[in-house]
């Protein structure tokens, strides 16, 4: 593609390419942009909001200070608030006349056209100026200087057949600038514009194929930091181009389908038109953003590209990227990206830019010490809110302040904010935001311990940081433009940007800022930033109780457009909002879950909702967390989990088969069925060794408990337990008033479910299992539910149970106080399966309603819904690979983070009902309704 030179990422809808886990990096789109233009002219040139419409070869005619007449060839843009002439001689300045200055604009004559009886022709215009801005002279960027008048300036074109249009279409823009109502203005000017853009069409010459097919073209205006370029879509089957309609900076951009990775559907001026797409996935870079002219357009072209993107795009959404985050499959800084992306935040929109925290409180010391918990900022809390002496101003103000009430007058990202980070690498944006000026020389970016101080300190000053500060290019943090940036008090120059004493130089510096952002400390704490700036603490009673609350203007849907009629209130508004900057979408309405720290283990001990990972003990490598638990072995299992093939299959029921365990040795396998029966089956031999009925009803699960032991749980109501030496039934445990569904055991605790809405934890003493005399199980609790419970199974570590029941509903139960923790309503109609992965952070759920669902321990929160095409009845998985069982027989892989399937295997005639696996995950066995058992192995 070619490039435009933006840059970005926010987002209201994502489509993403699977390998997200690939470093993104910040690259500076104004650097990028400035190198791009080789012409002293640039868009930024122009005052915010105008647009540039076309250019003409001109003579600027003058008489110089010693009574010379001199004159200087250039380009003459006529832009819908200015006029702007570029001179070919680099050393002249730049010359803007803005219309609203101007007093006169006059045709000039030429009298000598050497034609006897043709009347006069049109061959400039005159000019008459109370003031005009000088700019760019000898090429330097430095402040605009002003040429006070009133004064005339004579031009004169080149092409004299096009003078009278060109006059014609100045006096019509002088008379807009001209009107009382700035809403009078901009709507002769939207006017003007329109009937440009309606007058000429796309060039389909520029296609680059003849077979290319065009799909739809409309009206949009491509859209870099601070400046707008009103022009032509279209887009075919293979390309998307834009055509500007001043053919600058290009006379066409093309996108090629082919490449595109990412696109994002934007807000831009508060309204729902703007469309990013990017075709890498690992730069915050955009290859171009549009902004059309109604959202019918926009949607159009945005369903168009998705369809052509689904066959080979996955769609990624915030919840996803949280579980890649947790997983530490993104980094802190990917992470931050991404939601900043799908927070419809972008470099594009300098209102909207990325949001990243302030991480070092210290920029004092000589050293940084990443292990001191008080070297970083409390991430919990708002800038506002980090200095209790101004907090305590801020709120004494805000309880005697009428409604709508907020804490702060500023907000903590704006366009100003951004560039007085990036002055010294985008001076002209600066000199656009601010009238040709830089600010004042005392206010600037001149020390990081300064601007932390007045963050702290300062009665209005709250921002944020920006990604450039966890980057790899410290250019921003250098004066290599040698700009002319002022003197402070005291006579000391502005230059580079002075480093606290910890950092050997700019790129250490913004190494060891990487080094914090990445810190076990911040890893540990980012979700409680996320809260506040993405998440459930962004607004309502939740912000005013963590003192997170700004201007209501500056969220999402704080005015109601519709209901403002004045058209003039309705732009100041606008423009305030804009100025001022808008807080992120909300991503998330409930608690962020906190990331999975290797060395500590939270949830296996007993979860409490105030506890965090520094309240924790490190815990033996036994129990350490997901990424440290898996061995090699395992790894290697499961990455090779769609290569598995079958070593022998056995119709050893009459029914379907509804449970599989097998003895610590591998060799004998025990499997039970809705036939009534349990069988004993060799592995080994691969012949049927034992058959036992223990009543009419089916049997629903079972478990081998020390070899010894099968606990077998029955629609009859019973728990039947089977000694394997004595070859008998050896006790019966009349547990329930329905339906038995499901058994699990640990540590000499049994816990049954049962369709009569409970489930049940009973003692039992390993030792009585172990005799051939009745064991005496003693009931110690009843977990009520509110339907009937199909399935349950523990955590690795059997501190909790997870439990699934007919109405959809997954309830997660605390069994050292035996209390819930959680109940989502996650599925419609019945949950068939559910488990907790092995670190015991998330459970996965299927259901009957065609989807898999991931749930949060911690928080109770559905970070995750993928659907299937059928009923998926059972299931194994490592925390992101899934192996399961289908309603029509097949087993499928699935890549939870990608959400798509890997693979499908045949496999039973009919419903996979239940899969065992064995510790190693190189052994399966699936049992089905069509009365067999399976045995798989893993070919490596």
Known sequence: PQPVGGSADAASCCVSAASVTIALHVRMAFVTKQLRCKERFTLLLLDLEEYYFDHHTFYHVFTNNKGEKRTIKGSLKICSKSLIFEPDQISEPILKFPFRDCSRIEEIEDKNSGYLYEENRISGFCITCQQICLIKEQSVVAPYKLERGPKDYIFRIEDTSKAEDVVQSLLQLHRASQLDKLADQIAMITAILQSRLARTSFDKNRFQSVTERPHMECEAEMVTPLVSNPGHVCITDQNLYFQPLNSYPETVVQIMLHDVRRIYKRRHGLKPLGLEIFCTENDLCSDIYLKFYNSKDRDELYYYIATFLENHITEQTAESYMLLWQRGHLSNYQYLLHLNNLADRSCNDLSQYPVFPWIIADYTSSELDLSNSETFRDLGKPVGALNKERLDRLLSRYREMPEPKFMYGSHYSSPGYVLFYLVRVAPEYMLCLQNGKFDNADRMFNSFAETWKNCLEGATDFKELIPEFYGTNSSFIVNNLKLDLGKRQGGKTVDSVELPPWAAGPDDFLKKNRNALESQYVSEHLHEWIDLIFGYKQRGSEAIAVYNVFHPLTYEGGVDWDSIEDPNQKIAMLTQILEFGQTPKQLFTSPHPQRIMPKFQNLSRGFSRGSSVTDLSPVSPCEDSFEDLTEESRKLAWSNISKLYIVYQQKIHKEAVTGITVAGNGTTVFTTSQDSTLKMFSKETRLLQRSMSFSHMALSSCLLLDDTTVVCSSWDNNVYFYSVAYGRRQDTLMGHDDAVSKVCWFNDHLYTSSWDSTVKVWRCPSADLSTSRKNNCELMAELEHEAGVNTICLNPIGTMLVSGNKEGTISIWDLTNLTV???????????????????????????????????????????????????????????????????????????????????KILAHSGAVTCMWMNEQCSSIITGGEDKQIIFWKLQY
């Open 821 to 903: 923790l959680h109940q989502i309503p996650c599925h419609l109609g019945t949950v068939n399966d559910v488990s907790f992965s092995p670190d015991s952070r998330h459970v996965l759920s299927a259901g009957e309603d065609c989807c898999f669902k991931v749930i949060d321990v911690q928080t109770g929160m559905l970070i995750s819904s993928l659907p299937t095409d059928q009923q998926q009845r059972c299931f194994c998985w490592d925390g992101n690979t899934v192996l399961s069982g289908s309603q029509s027989g097949e087993l499928v892989v699935w890549d939870l983070m990608a959400a798509k399937i890997t693979k």
